[in-house]
């Protein structure tokens, strides 16, 4: 697709993290060298491997690469590394940068993952030297000897284990599975249906990770497996490629699912199908001074904090469920660090979120936005909460082809004239408005995440009052560029595209996700508990409650704006 044709579909909307061990050890090495501090921790441990994560603080000042050396003193040996070049002889290990994260800031931290083998004991490393000089902790007396600090009273929190084998190797018999799981462990449209030539059942099921529970949960995975078969579906960015990887690990696709499951009524459960959860990753995302999120391009202005972000969101538009249930899955992790050695903010954030009211949806950019809420059906679970304060879902309905074929017209950013709506502006825009208040904590976002080529529309006078889009290009309607593109099959091969085809354009890889408004002022507990919706946020666990973390203060609402991205890639196909 033309860069220029997606920009113009824009529409402008209104609207240090404690590094843990699953093996409940956490090693941080402090010694003898001046400017860097080195966190080392074993993420989880198995009969004969491991995995690991290592933070690096440069104390010092700014590098542009970095090279961290230490020794092995029983044998491990590192089989597989994230977010770094490991090499390793005999004892000696050697991590040096990758392409996009050599630089580290006075003060700021750079974070690596592996998996390893040992046999024997898996001592942790007890030196570490960064660009040959050997870390401290603190800019220090290199003479000092470092601290000794006592063993913690009670174990520190654990992260969830992740999973050992990533793409290798189905989970533990003994291991307790997920609904989730369950649902990709055999051929099932709702899980994982795949079609002749592409990836297994096993194969796929081999994408698995621990949750917070200790139970099996899919995962993300690459559109392409190594052994070379193609899955035929993409879940957006690959997790390890975030500099949160190293404190959020993999994200558990339908955890708060299950939460539900186990702790609820079953009117009250809402499962998603598997192919509809979608990975954001975007490090280093500057926030402008000034920005609301009321104008397509940014502001011109100062930068007045940087941003992580790492977030799992469920939104399927290949299928009628968006049209009556509003609550989706979103696992949220944002770090932002103040410009010029301002405060450091947290939110790491797992619930099921509402956008807008259940039982229906809004009309989408065509034929234009403030339309009335069409109402569907009863939403599932039918005690879904309701979100008032956003625009909720917008979803293309037939009002938008009786507005191309009356030759109704909008605005484009990048145009100085209205320009004529078109088959290829039937697009979906989802919002939310999420809240989090109680025990000195109130936390505030409100996201955005708008699919350019959904595959489906509304219509009432069709089965499950469901159209395909890409059939509209077949008729006399304008079309458009992606109209252009299925036309252009079509002259090829003498056949219509059908919607599930992967030359079809209309198989929502084309997406925008904005974190959006995003504020935490916090006075309490970093870890509070919620119930699976992001309520009765307390500072103890109580039955079917959520560990939730909100860390620092932002002092004032940010607006932080994520990326555009498209995930087409060979194979690829809706439903997605």
Request: include cysteine; proline fraction near 9%.
């Amino acid at each position: 697709m033309r860069l220029h044709r997606y920009r113009s579909r824009l529409w402008t909307a209104a609207t240090v993290a404690a590094v843990v061990a699953g093996s409940g050890v956490a090693v941080t090495a402090a010694y003898a060298a001046v400017g860097c501090g080195v966190t080392y921790s074993v993420a989880s441990q198995w009969p004969g491997g491991f995995t690991a994560n290592v933070a690096i603080t440069n104390l010092g000042d700014p590098v542009s690469s970095w090279t961290l050396t230490w020794s092995y003193g029983n044998g491990q040996q590192i089989t597989q590394a994230w977010n770094a070049t490991v090499s390793q002889s005999g004892g000696q290990v050697t991590a040096r940068n990758a392409s996009y994260n050599g630089s580290i800031a006075t003060g700021a931290t750079a974070s690596f993952g592996f998996n390893g083998s040992w046999n024997g004991s898996n001592t942790a490393p007890t030196s570490f030297a960064l660009n040959g000089t050997t870390c401290t902790g603190s800019p220090t007396d290199p003479t000092t000897p470092p601290p000794t600090t006592a063993p913690p009273t009670t174990p520190p929190p654990t992260m969830p284990p992740g999973d050992p084998t990533w793409g290798t190797a189905l989970p533990p018999a003994s291991a307790p599975r997920s609904r989730a799981y369950e649902l990709i462990a055999t051929a099932n449209e709702k899980g994982y249906l795949p079609r002749a030539g592409e990836c297994s059942v096993e194969i796929h099921a081999r994408y698995w990770t621990y949750g917070p529970d200790g139970k099996v949960y899919p995962t993300w995975h690459p559109t392409r497996d190594p052994s070379g078969c193609n899955f035929g579906h993409e879940h957006g960015d690959d997790p390890r490629t975030s500099d949160l990887y190293g404190t959020a690990g993999w994200p558990a696709f339908g955890y708060t699912s299950e939460v539900m499951l186990d702790n609820m009524p079953d009117h009250s459960h809402r499962h998603e199908d598997h192919v509809g959860h979608k990975v954001l990753v975007v490090n280093n995302s500057n926030v402008i001074q000034g920005d609301n999120g009321t104008s397509f391009f940014p502001p011109q202005g100062p930068t007045i904090a940087v941003c992580d972000i790492l977030l799992k969101f469920h939104q399927g538009t290949h299928s009628p469920d968006a049209f009556t249930n509003n609550v989706h899955e979103l696992l949220f992790n944002q770090r932002c660090v103040g410009s010029n050695g301002g405060p450091v903010t947290e939110a790491r954030y797992n619930a099921m979120i509402p956008l807008g009211r259940p039982g229906g949806f809004s009309p989408s950019e065509c034929p234009g936005f403030g339309r009335p809420f069409i109402n569907v059906a009863p939403a599932v679970p039918a005690d879904s909460p309701s979100d008032t304060r956003s625009l909720g879902r917008l979803i293309a309905e037939t009002g938008c082809i009786d507005a191309i074929r009356e030759g109704r017209t909008h605005f484009d950013p990048l145009y100085p004239n209205p320009v004529p709506f078109t088959v290829s502006d039937m697009d979906d825009f989802w919002f939310s408005d999420v809240q989090v208040t109680g025990s000195g904590l109130d936390f505030h976002l409100a996201p955005l995440f708008y699919v350019v080529n959904p595959s489906r529309y509304y219509d009432p006078t069709l089965p499950n009052r469901m159209g395909r889009i890409v059939d509209l290009c077949y008729t006399d309607l304008a079309g458009g560029d992606y109209c252009a593109e299925a036309r252009q099959v079509t002259q090829q091969t003498g056949q219509q595209v059908a919607w599930d085809d992967p030359r079809s354009p209309f198989k929502g890889t084309l997406r925008e996700y904005r974190p959006g408004t995003f504020s935490v002022r916090n006075s309490g507990p970093s870890t509070v508990y919620t119930d699976v919706y992001g309520r009765n946020a307390s500072t103890t666990p109580f039955a079917g409650s959520i560990e939730q973390y909100f860390s620092g203060n932002t002092g004032s609402e940010m607006y932080v704006r994520g990326s555009i991205k498209d995930y087409a890639a060979t194979g690829v196909h809706a439903p997605n």
